[in-house]
């Protein structure tokens, strides 16, 4: 069964627990099928990779904003099964996100970019799926998701 797995140990372990990591294809597979009609947002990184590193903390926070919205994490060096993982998903950088709705990749985008990927999420969100409550950036400001207005 897949569990939340927190990203980090900091204090803000409610939020972590709001992304959960695969470590397997199959793992992967069981969550897409425990969560069909849902945007389910796949990160792929390794462990080495700074960049991943320093917007886990950013992916955590957007998980908290996008609550209809399954976040999930994936090391691609992590095991010989992650790695292959990757390669059939074609990640080329890290990190890469990619989307998932019904079990059906739907999108693809790599690097750090917070306003590219909130926009990817946005644009793939339903009316009536609770977008960005507040901003993910933790500046305490809203903002509108396209199936309130």
């Given at each position: 069964m897949v569990s939340g797995t927190p990203l980090s140990t900091s204090s803000s372990s409610a939020v972590a627990e709001l992304v959960t990591t695969v470590h397997s294809p199959e793992e992967f597979e069981e969550l897409l099928a425990q969560h069909p009609g849902q945007l389910v947002v796949l990160?792929?990184?390794?462990m080495a990779c700074r960049?991943?590193?320093m917007f886990s903390r950013k992916y955590q926070r957007m998980a908290g904003a996008f609550q209809d919205c399954v976040f999930v994490d994936i090391l691609g060096d992590e095991s010989r099964e992650t790695r292959?993982?990757?390669i059939k998903m074609n990640v080329r950088v890290t990190p890469t996100f990619r989307l998932y709705r019904n079990g059906e990749f739907v999108h693809s985008l790599g690097g750090i970019n917070e306003n590219n990927l909130?926009?990817?999420i946005e644009e793939r969100l339903l009316p009536g799926e609770a977008g960005a409550q507040a901003d993910a950036s933790g500046d305490g400001a809203t903002t509108a998701s396209p199936a309130s207005t």
């Open positions: 990160m792929c990184k390794a960049p991943c590193k292959n993982m990757m909130r926009g990817a």
